[in-house]
């Protein structure tokens, strides 16, 4: 993985400390254009993966880098699924048979004797699968070498001790996309002793990981004691804690850290994207 990721929270109006930081951010990026746009400074500024949700959006965003190669030869994006607020809200404007219409992949008939089997059967990774292929719908043609599952469904699962779901996940990933499978959590050290626990080696975890402990369950001593002497790919977000923490001072923590795979930040402007970049590289 790259050292350097770009993320998608800026574009839809995401921000964890700030209800004025978001409506600007909701005016800025209301228009495809815009995210296009500030997607190509990050490029410019060196940055090769978009680390992204599956908001309907993004999937105008696939469409223009489909019709660009060239502009876009080499960059990467990884998905991060499921999106779940476009679910609700496809089964409110579309009833539920639009929506399974909207976004389930192939033959729709098909589709639905699947899922109406696995329904009736309580066939939990039978119904995974087909939000995975539904969700990826969107990249295809696009190189996404590693696919996320979000914390809102990796840290329920964790919850509920439903841990072969975990492992059909992962070799659904493998077998299907070609792709390497990644966790985002809440909870870094206890996923890692669980997907260990049922044989996922060295996995790919990105989680909250900042200088002030900010949604970071267990503790920050926990996070960097299991980050110093645990084997897996720890990909570090959330490092400026939601702007609580000054860019520098939040990198340089980051950074120091061992073993980080890879650091992912957002931002909205050429001037932020430059200078994370630019301190991210100077630190190492």
Do not use: W
Not at 167 to 181: G, L, W
Not at 197 to 223: A, D, Q, T, V, W
């Amino acid at each position: 993985m790259d050292r350097i990721l770009f993320g998608d929270n800026q574009f839809f109006a995401v921000n964890h400390l700030s209800d004025e930081k978001s409506r600007a951010q909701s005016i800025q990026f209301r228009k495809n254009d815009a995210i296009i746009k500030v997607l190509d400074i990050a490029i410019e500024e060196g940055v090769k993966t978009f680390m992204c949700t599956t908001h309907d959006r993004i999937s105008s965003v696939c469409d223009h880098i489909r019709a660009n190669p060239a502009q876009y030869k080499g960059f990467k994006i990884y998905p991060c699924m499921p999106y779940a607020h476009k679910y609700a809200n496809a089964v409110t404007e579309l009833g539920i048979v639009g929506a399974l219409k909207e976004y389930l992949p192939g033959n729709i008939f098909s589709t639905l004797a699947k899922g109406g089997m696995a329904f009736a059967r309580k066939d939990f990774i039978a119904m995974m699968e087909l939000m995975i292929d539904a969700e990826m719908k969107m990249f295809k043609g696009i190189d996404t070498p590693v696919i996320f599952i979000q914390n809102v469904i990796t840290d329920l699962i964790l919850g509920l001790g439903m841990k072969d779901v975990f492992k059909a996940y992962h070799e659904y990933i493998v077998k299907k996309y070609n792709a390497e499978p990644g966790y985002i959590t809440m909870n870094m050290p206890l996923l890692l002793d669980t997907l260990e626990g049922i044989g996922i080696k060295n996995p790919i975890i990105c989680s909250s990981i900042n200088k002030i402990g900010f949604r970071m369950s267990g503790g920050k001593e926990l996070y960097e004691k299991t980050i110093r002497e645990r084997q897996f790919r720890p990909i570090a977000m959330q490092v400026l804690a939601a702007g609580a923490i000054r860019p520098n001072e939040a990198f340089e923590y980051v950074c120091r850290l061992p073993n980080i795979e890879s650091i992912l930040f957002g931002a909205s402007s050429r001037e932020h994207i430059k200078n994370s970049v630019e301190t991210i590289k100077k630190i190492g």
